[in-house]
């Protein structure tokens, strides 16, 4: 099966910058899309970003032109930089992938990452 080990989560000023990574490791499945989602206390989950094998990406409306998603399919590892953080992106972020194996499709998911944004 495939873990997913997120990191690069932490406390940052309103404007700053971070960097999320989050790495596959296994075999049996084929990796397909990767991405994010995130979720905040009282709101529900929202799908940030997601790239699929072959590179193309789709982002949410509030993050579109600020965060950029990424991965090395080399590493098995997906990326979400995100630029000008604003106060409302506090949330945790979860990675996910997902993987093809006997005909059959599964979710994997990343522990999780928490990011705060301070104003």
């Known amino acids: 099966q495939v873990q997913l080990v997120e990191s690069g989560g932490g406390l940052v000023q309103a404007g700053g910058s971070l960097r999320l990574s989050c790495a596959a490791s296994g075999s049996g499945s084929s990796i397909g899309a990767m991405g994010w989602y995130r979720q905040a206390p009282g709101k529900q989950r929202e799908r940030v970003a997601i790239?699929?094998?072959?590179?193309?990406?789709d982002y949410a409306d509030s993050v579109k032109g600020r965060f950029t998603i990424s991965r090395d399919n080399a590493k098995n590892t997906v990326y979400l930089q995100m630029n000008s953080l604003k106060p409302e992106d506090t949330a945790v972020y979860y990675c996910?992938?997902?993987?093809?194996?006997?005909?059959?499709?599964?979710?994997?998911w990343g522990q999780g990452s928490q990011v705060t944004v301070s104003s």
């Open positions: 790239i699929t094998s072959s590179g193309r990406t």
């Open positions: 996910y992938a997902a993987g093809e194996r006997d005909f059959k499709v599964y979710v994997y």
